[in-house]
């Protein structure tokens, strides 16, 4: 073990934060570092995925993290044979998420490679097709969703379930409708890894392809050749961007300017153009409200279509800048230029006998890779967020009759305990008694509150154990980017040239004022020309992309939302720094350089 390695301790030796010593009862066994496996963690690199978990888990938000990572084993392990690579395991540690990927031994690798090419390649040969196919499917279970209901248990069953002879009593369609919502939660996360690896697959491919011909090729270079993504993802902020060009235009700005939501669109539907302006702003919602300020993944995420004081907000700074004169719009021409421009100049110093698989390990590329976007619009904003909406009426319902005093108290239950929750509801309603669970749940979800409430004030390690001499798995660094450097800089208190390092994740330079968030909730604070410093983007955060003038994150590859967010909106970052949102503060006046990855504290 080198001096490197020695930093990271076992997560049997990590002590839990005040006020949270009983933590580990706040979640499942699997999901634990147990002591009886302790000789077989301890020999595995574990690291925070910060990135996709940046804050604890309630216990029934701990079913995103299972049905994600159960689904992306299954699609790596067993159905499309990914040649190198199986799932990633996982644990809780403290309320934070570490993974640790589980590689395919040497030795069966081979044996994986035409599993893979036969059943890889007729997704890449029907992709058009199957992709149309796939957002029937997703539709469908978001339509599912919306259909179920979570309604009192009724102090009289209606006289249809005698004529009709039903020979069911209300409580049946309760439990089934919760089921239901638990299944189609399942089935939307394996809907959401059916292509998503084959679009990294696809640009890893090419990737490495270029990097044999080019070994000195910037990866931000390569990255380029794929820009100007035409993605689904952006469109929420596209159509704030047309709502505030169609206010300036028709003249019923100035009502939305000021005032609740409900104020603004009372005023402007008396402005001259007014009811044009709400016309288009009520399409504008179906879908493309289905939107979290979040990423999906947790029950106090924030959807727009439900709190529309959030797209009202980025309208109300997209307008002054519409009056001013400014461009808002993503500078997509000029990045497909830039990209063309590339593309083209390394395919000239190419041999002409691998200009062929250049194209077409491009063109496969260029096709794919917008679904590593698209998807989450459709799975972790409209998908998820009408699976959260459920989940909040029935916790709504079941505080209501008694069980807990807080409208989110269900979300401090996992998701087994919900169902006993749903059984002592039922049968306390059949039999006429009063439920067990009011003289319980008041209590314990106080205690678990307290727990989750100690836990989120915990600043995660950002890993455990020993870290292999050289990381090479290639998913590992595209995403999150955690190479052999980043862990270098995780085990150092300081950098040696009082230079923040990270990953050169989208180019260009720009200095700044900082402003460190670490919620989406403080986003209304970011003013126009500052450098935003988070632990993580999410996608959503494409709003405010268009007044900052750069980003820095603790975490993310080349392929993090927050670097091809970026590259779209052509805004230098620096992703996977490990600590700058520790070492950087609000008011720093700070250069980031896109293309080195560095990042300098200049005032």
Known sequence: MDARTSLFPSAFDVPAPKGADDWQSLYPYYTRFLPQQRAEDDQKFWFCNSQHYPTPFKPFDVIMLDFSIK????????????????????????????????????????????HFIERAGHYFANWDDLLVNWKTKVLGAIAELDALNFDKLPEMESLETVTGAVGLDSSNKLF????????????????????LNLGYAAYLDFFTFVKDQFPSIPDQAIAKMVQGVDSELFRPDDELKKLARLAVKLGCADALKTGSVEDALTAVADAPGGKEWLAAWEAAQDPWFNYTSGNGFYSTDKYWIDHLDIPMGYLRDYIPRVEAGQDIMR?????????????????????????????????????????????????????????????????????????????????????????????????????????????????????????????????????????????????????????????????QSDEDDGAIKGMAGSPGV?????????????????????ILVTPVTAPSWAPVFGKIAGAVTDIGGMMSHAAIVCREYGLPAVTGTGSASAKIETGMRVRVDGNAGTVEIIG
């Not at 836990?455 to 998913?475: G, M, R, V």
């Not at 720009?510 to 500052?530: K, N, T």
Request: a negative charge; charged letters at 25%.
């Open 71 to 114: 689904c992306l084993g299954a699609y790596n392990s067993r159905i499309w044979m990914v040649p190198p690579a199986n799932g990633v395991d996982y644990r809780i540690l403290n309320g934070y998420i570490y993974f640790s990927p589980v590689d395919v031994p040497p030795e069966h690798i081979e044996a994986r490679v035409p």
């Open 176 to 195: 089934v409708a919760y089921d239901e919502a638990i299944r189609l939660c399942h089935v939307i996360w394996q809907y959401h890894f059916e292509f």
């Open 331 to 491: 500078p997509t021409a000029k990045l497909l230029a830039e990209r063309d421009r590339i593309t083209r100049e390394y395919r000239e110093m190419m041999d002409e006998d691998v200009q062929a698989a250049f194209d077409e390990k491009l063109g496969l590329a260029r096709t794919v890779f917008p679904y590593v976007e698209d998807h989450n619009f459709y799975i972790e904003h409209w998908a998820m967020g009408r699976f959260w909406r459920q989940m909040h009426k029935l916790s709504r319902m079941l505080q209501a009759e008694g069980f807990w005093n807080e409208p989110d108290g269900m979300f401090y239950l996992d998701r087994n305990e919900v169902r006993d929750v749903l059984w002592d509801y039922a049968q306390a309603w059949a039999i006429g008694t009063e439920t067990h669970g009011k003289d319980i749940w008041p209590t314990e979800v106080a205690r678990r509150r307290n727990i989750h409430t100690a836990l989120s004030k915990a600043t995660p390690l950002p890993a455990l154990n020993n870290p292999p001499e050289l990381i090479t798995e290639p998913f590992t660094i595209m995403l999150w980017g955690i190479t052999s450097e980043a862990v270098d800089r995780w085990s």
């Open 510 to 530: 720009a200095e700044g004022i900082a402003r460190v968030l670490r919620s989406p909730d403080e986003l209304p604070l970011l003013q126009e020309g500052e």
